[in-house]
């Protein structure tokens, strides 16, 4: 079946420093949507993006969508404490739009 | 804003027992959605609906049923909990397809 794999599982950082999760998905997806947990909390809905090759940023929050639509990005930059927890990518396969299909996540740890 | 609530936050029972998880959302939305989070799989979709007394299986279904009689809300069934039913359960709804997804704060589910 259909998988979403992120890497890594889980990042330490200095506050400050950048961070990027990486989003790979075994077949090309119509969209993909990115998610925050927080510690103790529920997924949060991000961004969206539909259109290959598609970037779109929110203040220190940089999201890309891959030319063939099989891969995701997220960077953050400069992170700050209040950025700790985990990111999910999810997406629609093209054969199927009817399931999201998440990632394993990436859990951010920032140290102050 | 949107809210999506769960019965309870923390759940524990005995195996065979039948327990009931619910979930009821405030905004009208057509589809309602079951997951279960462990570590390291992300969130795995065990059921959704698109419609009152629609249903259709997710990834994972085995052990489970639903039910939804009523748009608002989406009842998630384990007919005998087994201790591999152990597990962090979020309920999600969203207006349409492939439209954003707001969760519920989770229940979690210890099965002795």
């Known amino acids: 079946g259909q998988q979403v794999m992120q890497i890594p599982q889980y990042q330490h950082v200095q506050e400050g420093e950048d961070f990027t999760t990486y989003c790979n998905s075994s077949?090309?997806?119509?969209?993909i949507q990115w998610y925050k947990q927080r510690p103790g909390g529920h997924p949060v809905f991000l961004i969206q993006?539909?259109?290959?090759?598609e970037v779109k940023k929110q203040k220190r929050l940089t999201f890309q969508f891959g030319e063939a639509k099989k891969n995701s990005s997220l960077h953050i930059t400069a992170t700050q404490t209040t950025d700790v927890g985990t990111y999910f990518c999810a997406g629609f396969s093209r054969g199927n739009t009817d399931k999201l299909i998440f990632g394993t996540g990436t859990r951010l740890q920032v140290f102050p | 804003d949107v809210k999506v609530t769960q019965s309870s936050r923390y759940l524990v029972k005995r195996t065979g027992e039948k327990v009931f998880l619910e979930c009821v959302q405030d905004?009208?939305?057509?589809?309602m959605f079951w997951y279960r989070q462990d570590p390291g799989l992300g969130l795995r979709l065990i059921y959704f609906s698109y419609d009152v007394k629609m249903k259709e299986k997710g990834d994972i279904p085995e052990g489970y049923s639903v039910s939804r009689e009523k748009k608002e809300r989406f009842s998630l069934i384990l007919e005998s909990a087994s201790t591999n039913q152990t597990s962090m359960y979020l309920c999600?709804?969203?207006?349409?397809?492939?439209?954003?997804?707001?969760f519920g704060p989770g229940t979690r589910l210890l099965v002795l």
């Open positions: 905004m009208d939305h057509e589809n």
């Open positions: 999600a709804s969203s207006w349409g397809h492939q439209e954003t997804q707001y």
């Open positions: 077949t090309t997806l119509s969209n």
């Open positions: 993006l539909v259109k290959s090759g």
